[in-house]
């Protein structure tokens, strides 16, 4: 009898605890694999600003500035004549301040500098007993502050003594103000003392008033040895002197102690009255009290403003006969070509175009923006776009009460000074044109510490405006950043010496001695301009700078500037009217209308 076999069993053992690691190594290997995939394709931190090859980014910066990302999947406003590709993401938070949105890094190692040299002699050793210059200055506030600033200079180079300047009153500014009223008279002369002796009239000879002066014109960008040749010689004979139509009459380029008495008066000497400079203080609180930093932007897109540009943006023939009525008031201008303006740059972007140029900079939806402008083309319909990129929106009429308002509302100059305190005491200032406002401020915000200053390089934003549709936001923010470096305010972004001296008064600023030393040990080596410029594949943050090449932008000091006439009255009370036309200078009537 045959014994059954016996079945062996295998033994049944407990799966070991590695294995569940490795389960669980693998799953989170997988996890950490979509991640990244992921990361891939989302949207890069904008203002890390790689090379763009196709639609891959690379980052060549071994230490790129880190920024906040744009969520792809983020509810969007979305313009219903572009494509699905293009969305504006909703993103808050306004913008770090490290990544340069509200300062320049590189300002610290610059500082505004003016005071005479021991080669400048003191106003008692130069000025002649007998000698008295009057000026009569032309346009709004600003165009005027360019007069008076260089009307000292003028009283300088002649030795003369100066007489406060009057101001335009008889011009359709239709604005009563005397220098007093928007200056401090007695801080303006007793600052320049050593400089210039100014006086506030005419004194008596032989106890009887001076004849009414002797009344000139000197050309535009009057030399020193203009005024030698043309005006001393009168003066001699004469001893009073009214210079009229002062407004750019003075050269652009002057020896460096003339340049810095520039400096002194713009900068330190004209101040504005108390009730005026307070009532822009307590506007500039009343900005700050609503967020860390705040955006001003000098809008200028009135209809004056926009008929006299010749410029079109696709209103269709109401537009068309609209901006051609107002046209007709200047009959010495040639018919435009729209298109060809735009392309070129001189026309202002339309408010939408200011507000995607800001979003693709990297200022968030929640940043609260101050407009400084008149009467507005398209009125709510042209602001929609704006507004809805920047909901928080303000001016100085949504600010004040009309009775904190009613001193300054009836005087088209002291509602100009306003918006000149705030515009210069913001985090940001936009310049939507190149006018007498926008370069009075640029230069002053250049002087006081190179405060964020851009202005729209609109010759390139035009054709990516044109052709957004066609790109994601990604793709455009990219390119809105390469196109505004130069444009920024950065120290040294335009050339020393080009360009309009009251928008970069290069003679005033100096290197301090920590940026000297830099120079040398090599630290400071990002500096310049064109060493960053040739390096086209690195990532940059917004504070680096590009000398702005005047092969992309006129150099302004060949150009003549002027102001134009408001279309009513209502807008005689709103901020200075300022523009600056690309006039021919052949066209001497043209040019004298707009000096006014």
Known sequence: MRLPRRRHHPLRCPIPAASAVSLLSTAVAILLLALALLSYLAPPPFLDHPSVSGHRLRHSDPSPVRKPKISRDAAVRRDATTGESFRVPVRNGGGSSKNGLWGSKLSKYYV????????????EAVTRRDRYLMIGTSGGLNQQRTGITDAVVAARILNATLVVPKLDQRSFWKDASNFGDIFDVNWFIS???????????????????????????????????????????????????????????LANKLETDLQKLRCRVNYHALKFTHPIQDMGDKLIRRMKEKGK??????????PDMLAFSGCYYGGGEKERKELGAIRKRWKTLH??????????GRCPLTPEEVGLMLRALGYGSDVHIYVASGEIYGGDESLAPLKALFPNFHSKETLASKEELEPF??????????????????????????????????????????????????????SLFLNRANMTWEQFSLKVY???????GEPKEVRPGRGEFHENPSACICETTKAMRGKHSGSLSQTNGDDQHRKSNRGHSISEP????????????????????????SLSNSTDMDYNPFTRQEDSELEDFLSD
């Open 112 to 123: 505004g500098c003016s005071n005479a040299s021991i080669k400048f002699p003191a106003a």
């Open 191 to 249: 600052f320049l003392s050593k400089d210039v002796k100014i006086i506030k009239e005419l004194p008596k000879k032989g106890g009887k008033p001076f004849r009414g002066p002797y009344t000139m014109r000197v050309p535009r960008k009057c030399t020193p040895r203009c005024y030698q040749n043309r005006v001393l010689p009168v003066l001699l004979k004469k001893h009073v002197v009214q210079l009229t139509k002062f407004d750019y009459r």
């Open 293 to 302: 930093h705040f955006i001003a932007l000098h809008l200028r897109y009135e």
């Open 335 to 344: 018919i435009s070509n729209p298109d060809k303006a735009r392309r070129q």
């Open 409 to 462: 509302s009836l005087f088209s100059s002291r509602m100009a000074a306003l918006d000149f305190i705030v515009c210069d005491g913001s985090d940001a200032f936009v310049a939507n044109n190149n006018g007498n406002m926008a370069r009075m401020l640029t230069g002053r915000r250049r002087y006081f510490g190179h405060k964020r200053t851009l202005r729209p390089n609109a010759k390139k934003l035009y």
């Open 482 to 488: 390469s196109y505004q470096r130069g444009f920024l």
């Open 546 to 569: 590009t000398y702005n090449h005047t092969d992309e932008e006129p150099d302004w000091s060949d150009m003549d500037y002027g102001e134009y006439t408001p279309l009513s009255k």
